[in-house]
T-cell receptor, first 114, second 109 residues
Framework: NAGVTQTPKFQVLKTGQSMTLQCAQD?????MSWYRQDPGMGLRLIHY???????DQGEVPNGYNVSRSTTEDFPLRLLSAAPSQTSVYFC?????????????FGEGSWLTVV | RKEVEQDPGPFNVPEGATVAFNCTYS??????FFWYRQDCRKEPKLLMS???SGNEDGRFTAQLNRASQYISLLIRDSKLSDSATYLC??????????FGSGTKLNVKP
């Protein structure tokens, strides 16, 4: 089972560069989201989507864009990378219905901005 | 104020010990509660949901105290393989889950 697949796993960017973190899930989950994890901060929600064509902002959306053209894919775009965006990024998905449904995470993308 | 707060630890315990973690949450309208486990440099994975009446899964017991707005996780007979970071997760809006920063557990031989 592929589950949630993120690429790339590691990336180094220069300040001002742009890039896209890819995320795909094969579980037909309506809900997808992106988190970043920083030491001592826990996971913070960047953007989320409840279905194709629908996205919304989370806690820390500035500097990031998302789109959801298909149920399977939810890419995260860094528009102009800054050192403050150095972090571990996790894509996640879950079925839309049910408060207790499990969140499934991708393996993470380690991003360093220099 | 953080939505979810946890003691970062680390909790260093010998094998076979019983250890407990607490987590407090700020929003009284919170609807669902979970414990996730995260191994070093890995993604979080669901350990267990937390139900109002408390629930048990093998050596793990979770409790919810709505009046005091905290949840707890008790691990009995700790194993070396229990060493990980335990994340408390709270949801009060279907679309938004709030994660604590985690409590690190080291189980030593």
């Amino acid at each position: 089972n592929a589950g949630v697949t993120q690429t790339p796993k590691f990336q180094v960017l220069k300040t001002g560069q742009s890039m896209t973190l890819q995320c795909a899930q094969d579980m037909n989950h309506e809900y997808m989201s992106w988190y970043r994890q920083d030491p001592g901060m826990g996971l913070r929600l960047i953007h989320y989507s409840v279905g194709a064509g629908i996205t919304d902002q989370g806690e820390v959306p500035n500097g990031y864009n998302v789109s959801r053209s298909t149920t399977e894919d939810f890419p995260l775009r860094l528009l102009s990378a800054a050192p403050s965006q150095t972090s571990v990024y996790f894509c996640a998905s879950r079925p839309r219905q049910g408060l207790r449904n499990t969140i499934y995470f991708g393996e993470g993308s380690w991003l360093t901005v220099v | 104020r953080k939505e979810v707060e946890q003691d970062p630890g680390p909790f260093n315990v010998p094998e076979g010990a019983t250890v407990a973690f607490n987590c407090t949450y700020s929003n009284s309208a919170s609807q669902s509660f979970f414990w996730y486990r995260q191994d070093c440099r890995k993604e979080p994975k669901l350990l267990m949901s937390v139900y109002s009446s408390g629930n048990e899964d093998g050596r793990f017991t979770a409790q919810l105290n709505r009046a005091s707005q905290y949840i707890s996780l008790l691990i009995r007979d700790s194993k070396l393989s229990d060493s990980a970071t335990y994340l408390c997760v709270v949801n009060y809006n279907f679309n938004k889950f709030y994660f604590g920063s985690g409590t690190k557990l080291n189980v030593k031989p």
